[in-house]
């Protein structure tokens, strides 16, 4: 059995509980559009993790190698470009990259960047070989090529080792080929459903995030995860690339000015409003012309997604309903639930104006983006119908360089999770 230092060793706070669930929401967001993807990354931490602990590596090293392993297809977007796939080569770089943005996980992104090294210098992004590859690099890769193996061959598992020698040879430490052989045919835990077998997890003493030591960390780590959040959502097509950015920028303003509302729930809210378009296909978001019935449904059903996926970080369940409000309107001809007047909570109404500015603001493929004049004479035929009538009393207040401040910050955050 696997054996781990105690729990009350290894969660030193809540606030830490907190910063690794965000995580594993990330995760999980970055692989929802890919039925094949769906708990890959979780499947490959928890196998990295149960070599690293086969290997006899202390919990401090555990850690890297789990968030590493958890955290290594990130590079699988680019925030400046629409939501596909990078060349193979620019992945673990870019997963590298926004990684390094968290100060807990700098170690982590660096194992991360060797990931797809090859034992006999066949890998990128460097060449190297052999024992130039750091070894928590070499579980990743190998953890990764495994599962990948078993994927393609219907979870067969035999037929999957199979394809693993052949399709991997030379790529890994001898070695740590056998091991890692050895150690799924032992314990196929890895191969476990991931929501549906807590069991099995209770019998090897694993709890996925629970288990892995997380260092120190602070508000601005988890500002810093939820801004990649936003990007990775943006990410989806060309768009929306900054769109919850400046929507957390400015609703985090208004909501200080109005000295009303917990101002840190709002700027959260704002990051991931938008979580649940993920689930919406690109034929839908991207059509030019008028949508269907059934397209507008779906549409109209992001809000609820978004709020069903932040909710499942507990200390999370203020921002989820913020989120999903931030489509009704003060008539009650909003959605998803029709909700009326002060019945949408006062931070919902405030992302909805934030939402709606940067909306019409920016450019569309059949339209440029509206003046910010137009935009608050829209805005202000729309008070007390579409919009809270002091709300938007007080975004007409606003003076046009203070909003170009705000955004401008926006464009500092971008630049600063992207390739040079």
Known sequence: MLTFSPLSQIIQADEHRYFKNVL?????????HHPI??????????????????????????????????LHNLGRFDATHPFVFLSSSLQPLTAERVVTRLPSLQLSAAFIRWYAEHWDGSGYPD????????????????????????????????DALRAFDVDYHGCFQPELRQRL?????????????????????????????????????????LVDVLRIFAQIIDAKHRYTL???????ALSKHLAELTGQIDVEAVEYAGLLHDVGKLGVPLSILDKPGRLEASEMDEIRHHPVLSDQLIS??????????????????IDGKGYPDGLSGEEIPLGSRILALADTYDAMTSDRAYRKGLSHTE?????SRAAGS???????????????ADIKELFASVKDVMMSTTLP
């Not at 579409?386 to 046009?400: K, Q, T």
Request: with cysteine; hydrophobic share 45%; glycine share 4%.
């Open 127 to 158: 060449s190297l070989t052999g024992d130039q590859i750091p070894l928590e690099s070499q579980i990743i890769g190998i953890s990764r090529a495994i599962m990948l193996c078993w994927l393609q061959h219907n979870q067969n598992l035999n």
């Open 312 to 329: 499942t970080i507990p200390s999370l369940t203020t921002v989820a309903l913020l989120a999903r409000h931030h489509h009704e309107r």
């Open 24 to 32: 594993k929401l990330l995760v999980r967001v970055t692989e929802l």
């Open 242 to 248: 900054g769109h919850s950015l400046r929507v957390a």
């Open 375 to 379: 935009a608050i004479a829209e805005m």
């Open 181 to 221: 052989t050895q150690l799924v045919r032992d314990q196929p835990l890895w191969a476990n459903d991931i929501e549906g077998g807590p069991d099995r997890f209770h019998a090897l003493n694993l709890s996925l995030i629970d288990r892995a030591l997380l260092g120190p960390t602070g508000s601005h780590d």
């Open 386 to 400: 579409s919009y809270d009538r002091d709300l938007v009393r007080l975004f007409m207040s606003l003076r046009i």
């Open 37 to 70: 993807c769906q708990h890959l990354s979780y499947r490959i931490a928890l196998m990295a993790l149960q070599l690293g602990t086969d290997l006899k590596f202390n919990p401090e090293r555990l850690r890297h190698l789990f968030y590493a392993a958890l």
